[in-house]
Nanobody, 129 residues
Framework: VQLVESGGGDVQAGGSLRLSCAAS????????IGWIRQAPGKEREGISR?????????????YYADSVKGRFTISRDNAKNTAYLQMNSLKREDTATYYC??????????????????WGKGTLVTVSS
C-alpha cells in the first residue's frame, strides 16, 4: 500500500487548506483511512501523534478529534482512491506534519496512531498568526 499526501503549506490563521491522500497498491474491501498529525518537536517530547479525522469504508462512520470538530471535514473519492481533509478556520495549534494512514478493518472507525498499518510520508502544514 502506498499513500501519498499533498496540499500542505503555509497559511495564515483563519485560512483554509485541503489535503489529499492518493492511495495505491492495495485491494482492500474494508479499511479505515484518515489523518494523523504530529506537532513540531512533540515527538522528541514523547507526545504521540494525534488522530485528527478518519473514515471507515465499511460503515461510513467518521471520527474527528475534539480540537477540529466543526472546522475540518474528511471525505473520500472511491473512484480515485483518494481521501481528502478540508481544513477551515485554521489555528496556530494546527501546525503539524499531517500523515495519511490506513488500516484494513471491517467495522466502525478507529483513529489512533497505533491502529494504523500503512503510512504516507507526511505533509507539513504551518499556520501563522
Amino acid at each position: 500500500v502506498q499513500l501519498v499526501e499533498s496540499g500542505g503549506g503555509d497559511v495564515q490563521a483563519g485560512g483554509s487548506l485541503r489535503l489529499s491522500c492518493a492511495a495505491s497498491g492495495f485491494i482492500l474491501d474494508n479499511y479505515v483511512i484518515g489523518w494523523i498529525r504530529q506537532a513540531p518537536g512533540k515527538e522528541r517530547e514523547g507526545i504521540s501523534r494525534e488522530g485528527v479525522a478518519c473514515i471507515s469504508s465499511s460503515d461510513g462512520s467518521i471520527y474527528y478529534a475534539d480540537s477540529v470538530k466543526g472546522r475540518f471535514t474528511i471525505s473520500r473519492d472511491n473512484a480515485k482512491n483518494t481521501a481528502y481533509l478540508q481544513m477551515n478556520s485554521l489555528k496556530r495549534e494546527d501546525t503539524a506534519t499531517y500523515y495519511c494512514a490506513m488500516v484494513e478493518l471491517d467495522g466502525p472507525v478507529v483513529c489512533n496512531h497505533y491502529d494504523m498499518d500503512y503510512w504516507g510520508k507526511g505533509t507539513l502544514v504551518t499556520v501563522s498568526s
